[in-house]
Each structure stands twice: as structure tokens, then as C-alpha cells.
């Protein structure tokens, strides 16, 4: 059990199920290790969260377009996603393991339907697993942690490698913001 509970903020409901399904894949006990993971339902809210969770060990996992409004509340145990989490799961996975992910949820037809639409036609492959991810209400949450559960550990991304990792050390190792 850590020492000081620690709270990871990350930006929806999308995030947080990938994340805690990335531990699962670590061998990462986050109740056990003192983490909570909470969602704050946009990046534009984490001043107010930061607030509320002042008293313990913070980290944060936020898209490349929202670094800016997270670095102004974290020196350290900030973790930043190229483009967004998905993307990232993504680009981990490659493009026919994601369809495979796609296929066994009984949705590759609905993909295929999504890439003869004409606006999406010249875009890539990745793209369209991208948009496709995103489209339906709640296709985000499932994909999320499906995608997480299907790489190896070695394998995720490295934004929740070095998350997991810096969770996992003693908060005493740590200065709080």
C-alpha cells in the first residue's frame, strides 16, 4: 500500500477505463498500490479538480492539445499523448490488430461501412479506426480498454508505461506541486 494515496486525473470516462485496464495488463493492483483514477470530464476542469484532490500525490494523462492547460498545474507527473489515448492504442496495436479487436466485437462491418463513406475514402486506414472509435455513443469507453487489454506490456504506449511506473514508486519520492 502506498504511503499517500494518490489520484490520476485524466480527461473522460475513455481514458480512465484504458488506464485501468493498462494496469491490469502490468500487474499493476492500483487500489492496492493507494491510485485512484478519476475522470474529469474535460480538460478544461482541471483547475477545479487540482483543487479538490489538494491534499494527495496528483499525476495526470492529457492529449498533446491540452498539455497546456495541465502544465500549469504539474511540474511533474504530467503524462501527454501524442495526438490523443486512442491514437496512441492505436498506433501500439497496429492497424490489422485493431480491426481483429473491431471484428470480435462484432462491429468490422460497421468500419468497412464507415470507410466507403465519401468523406472518409482518401483518408488512412488509421484514421478511419480513429474516427470509427469515436463515433458511436459509448464505442469510446469499450474500445478504450479493449484496446489497452489486447497489447502486451511491453507493448502499451508509452505515455501509460511511464504513468503506471511513476504510480507504482513511493510517493515520498516525489515532491507535491
Known amino acids: 500500500m502506498a504511503d499517500t494515496p494518490t489520484v490520476v486525473l485524466v480527461e473522460g470516462e475513455s481514458d480512465r477505463l484504458a488506464l485501468e485496464a493498462a494496469a491490469i495488463v502490468c500487474g499493476v493492483d492500483l487500489t492496492r498500490a493507494g491510485v485512484e483514477v478519476v475522470a474529469i470530464g474535460g480538460a478544461t476542469n482541471i483547475g477545479r479538480f487540482v483543487r479538490t484532490y489538494d491534499s494527495v500525490r496528483l499525476a495526470a494523462l492529457c492529449d498533446v492539445g491540452e498539455r497546456r492547460l ?24 497496429g492497424v490489422e490488430r485493431v480491426e481483429k479487436v473491431i471484428e470480435s466485437e462484432g462491429e468490422l462491418q460497421s468500419l468497412r461501412t464507415l470507410q466507403q463513406m465519401p468523406f472518409h475514402r482518401d483518408r488512412t486506414t488509421s484514421e478511419h479506426l480513429h474516427r ?17 487489454s489486447a497489447l502486451a506490456a511491453d507493448e502499451l504506449p508509452r505515455p501509460l508505461r511511464d504513468l503506471l511506473a511513476y504510480v507504482g514508486q513511493p510517493s515520498s519520492a516525489f515532491r507535491q506541486s
Open 70 to 93: 495541465f502544465a500549469r498545474h504539474f511540474e511533474q507527473g504530467l503524462f501527454v499523448c501524442e495526438r490523443d489515448l486512442e491514437d496512441e492504442l492505436i498506433r501500439a496495436l
Open 132 to 148: 470509427f472509435i469515436g463515433s458511436r455513443s459509448g464505442r469510446k469507453q469499450r474500445y478504450g480498454a479493449l484496446l489497452a
